[in-house]
């Protein structure tokens, strides 16, 4: 079993940054892949960001490269998602996700094969 706990959400203008973390506990955290997911008032849930145990695959949803980073620590059991240039379609409620398979990377946006979720932080995006 993994628990993930998300912090950092709030609400901020348009061309603003937030700081997204996730921490987690249970198994081994450098073995897991991590993501963020988000899903916006009637809409369903999104792929964010991903990033491998090590840190050396990281993978974006086009609407968010050059503005998003992901990054973990493996010491300190936590993945971040560091938002610059924010939107107000970025609004959603972002959700951390891990998984255990090897090759997570051929499905990673797909969240049906994630297998443990945080249970959400709201991001708000004023214009």
């Known amino acids: 079993q993994v628990l993930l706990a998300e912090r950092g959400g709030g609400s901020v203008q348009t061309g603003g940054s937030l700081e997204l973390s996730c921490s987690a506990s249970?198994?081994?955290?450098?073995?897991?892949?991590m993501a963020w997911f988000r899903q916006a008032p009637g809409k369903e849930r999104e792929f964010v960001a991903g990033i491998s145990g090590s840190g050396a695959r990281r993978y974006y949803t086009d609407s968010v490269k050059g503005r998003f980073t992901i990054s973990r620590d493996n010491g300190g059991n936590t993945v971040s998602l560091q938002m610059n240039s924010l939107k107000p379609e970025d609004t959603a409620l972002y959700y951390c996700a891990a998984r255990y398979d090897r090759y997570w990377y051929l499905s990673f946006q797909t969240q049906a094969r994630w297998d443990y979720w945080g249970q959400g932080t709201q991001v708000t995006v004023s214009s």
């Open positions: 249970g198994r081994s955290f450098s073995s897991a892949a």
